[in-house]
Nanobody, 123 residues
Framework: QVQLVESGGGLVQPGGSLRLSCTAS????????MGWYRQAPGNQRELVAT???????NYAESVKGRFTISRDNAINTVYLQMNSLKPEDTAVYCC?????????????????WGQGTQVTVSS
């Protein structure tokens, strides 16, 4: 019904920048919230940032001032600009979409997830 496809991960040196993108496809009328979560080896998945359709943003404390989330509602795409990257930011970053209204199916309460993209911060 809904596919989320991420892009933009890779290897970067400490202090560097990366920009992640995630586009949702399907018979989508609207998406309430889109965001990014990450999971490092041996750790639980944690929230990085979320943004609502109306532009309300929430960041994890660990990324405030370094990461910026944005979205383009017209193309169901969310972005994560990551600056001043640190080795501890290394993780698989997954895109999330919640509160989706689908044409012909109505409101879907369950969240949708992308496959994830690897971000590695290392010298």
């Amino acid at each position: 019904q809904v596919q989320l496809v991420e892009s933009g991960g890779g290897l970067v040196q400490p202090g560097g920048s990366l920009r992640l993108s995630c586009t949702a496809s399907g018979a989508i009328i609207s998406i309430t919230s889109m965001g990014w979560y990450r999971q490092a080896p041996g750790n639980q998945r944690e929230l990085v940032a979320t943004i609502t359709r109306g532009g309300v943003i929430n960041y994890a404390e660990s990324v405030k001032g370094r990461f910026t989330i944005s979205r383009d509602n017209a193309i169901n795409t969310v972005y994560l600009q990551m600056n001043s990257l640190k080795p501890e930011d290394t993780a698989v970053y997954c895109c999330n979409a919640e509160g989706i209204i689908l044409s012909g199916l109505g409101y879907r309460g369950s969240p949708y997830w992308g496959q994830g993209t690897q971000v590695t911060v290392s010298s």
